[in-house]
């Protein structure tokens, strides 16, 4: 029978895996959108609204995908995932049958389809839970980030591959994504295993009811954590749909002066600056996860009025300095910008990518150790409803290109970094600031959500 340490590897492996292949469907469609756009005949708007369909689903989700991994285990929540959306995928690249034989279009067919698909990215929470249910504390940051960050690799691995292997075939795409996603499925059905004790495994069930959701979901420190999760993922694929044109529109001329000239060159050219971003926040983020763990064997807690008492609180630290340097790279943007400087935006976008894995890697450092009794209610809660920075940002940053007659389209970082995410730091230093417990403090106390004795009345 094989030890603990070496199953646990196999779990981190085997959950990594089913999150980079769910990664990898939840922006597939991404992939294709100019062979869809013009197979359809779309215009902007119509190719505006595939993009942001893909994150409809999350911020509702994603907290019911935490439940169903403390409730059945992870293992069982990864298999209905990878199973459905892998039906769905294949369904998709049947719409042109399939849709006028239900009585809708085959472009309404693929649309919804393809929705359905897109709650792949819900399987985050599951892997986060399943991690937090094999390692220790003191490998907490690393494990997750290493979890995490392949995971999000696969969004990048899509974009590049996906149209170098199948051309403007998208069908058979969304086919063999399908076929693998039930081989995966398969895999976790026979190997996962929920937690490394069914004593663990029992009390996350024990606490997925509607009492404790409701009592994670009122706590200052669930809510603190879930809005620096919005200052770092739900910015990152906030900053995935806007980016591209935002160095289309920011910086044509200066993009056709690098030798750049046609429409579609320039498209080219956007599109390379902006996965500067996707891919330095995705593949910095294990080692955001490792720092997280030095600055706690460290013992580092260099900011005031925030808790150093705490058994995890060097790693408090270490995420409120991710979410001061995310501040401050946002407001960098907007200076390069004004400047008309492409180059510097770039370096700094690319500085910028690395804090957001500062801030993705922190925040799921934390967040088991914080929430033991309730790790996929926590984690779906701070995971999902912070996805919703991903429609919010980019529409602020639309908006703010036309209150400014001088580089208006440069501005909107700024604003949102100094009205939202200031406000949101100030939450987190009051809300780390209890060196008991910060957990059981919020709106309403622990025995009225809970009932007397707390969880054991849950």
Known sequence: MRNIK????????????????????????????????????LGVKGVALLASSAIW???????????????????????????????????????????????VTEYQFLFWTRVVVATAG????????????????????????????????????????LPRIYGLDYHTAFIHLGIVAFIIALWILLRGV??????????AKKTATLRDTAFVWTR???????????????????MNAWLPGYYKMGFEEAIRELGFQSLQDVQIAAGSFAAVQSFNASLFRPFSGW??????????????????HLDY?????????????ITTTMILLTVAGLQNNLILSVLILALFGVTVSFGTGGTFAIVPLMFKERPGTATGFIGGVSCAGGIIYP????????????????????????????????????????????????????????????????
């Not at 929920?194 to 009390?203: D, I, L, T």
């Open 57 to 103: 689903t999350a911020p509702i989700a994603r907290p019911l995908a935490g439940w169903a991994a403390d409730k059945f285990g992870a293992p069982k929540a990864f298999v209905l995932i990878l199973v459905v959306t892998g039906a769905f995928s294949i369904l998709s690249a049947h719409a042109a049958t399939l849709g006028p034989a239900i009585g």
């Open 220 to 238: 200052h420190a669930a809510i603190a954590l879930m809005l620096a999760y919005a200052m770092s993922f739900g910015l990152e694929i906030g």
């Open 395 to 458: 529409l602020i940053y639309g908006e703010a290109a036309g209150w400014f007659e001088v580089g208006g389209i440069h501005w909107g970082y700024a604003l949102v970094a100094t009205f939202l995410f200031i406000p949101f730091i100030l939450y987190f230093i009051w809300a780390m600031h209890w060196d008991v417990h910060p957990e059981e403090h919020g709106f309403g106390s622990k025995e009225r959500w809970l009932g007397k004795g707390g969880q054991e009345q849950a």
């Open 313 to 325: 609180a060097p790693r408090i630290h270490w995420l409120m300095f991710a979410l001061l340097s």
């Open 122 to 161: 819900i399987s985050f929470v599951v892997g986060i839970q399943h991690v937090a249910q094999w390692f220790e504390s003191e490998e907490m940051g690393t494990a997750e980030g290493l979890y995490a960050g392949t995971g999000n690799v696969g969004a990048g691995v899509g974009a590049l591959l």
């Open 6 to 41: 070496t199953h646990k590897v196999e779990q981190l492996i085997m959950a990594a895996v089913a999150f980079f292949w769910c990664f990898l469907l939840w922006f597939s469609s991404a992939a294709f959108v100019p062979t869809i756009a013009s197979q359809f005949d």
């Open 291 to 308: 720092i997280s763990d030095i600055w706690q064997r460290k013992g580092w807690t260099p900011f005031p009025m925030i808790s150093k």
């Open 194 to 203: 929920p937690a490394k004790s069914a004593e663990q495994a029992a009390m």
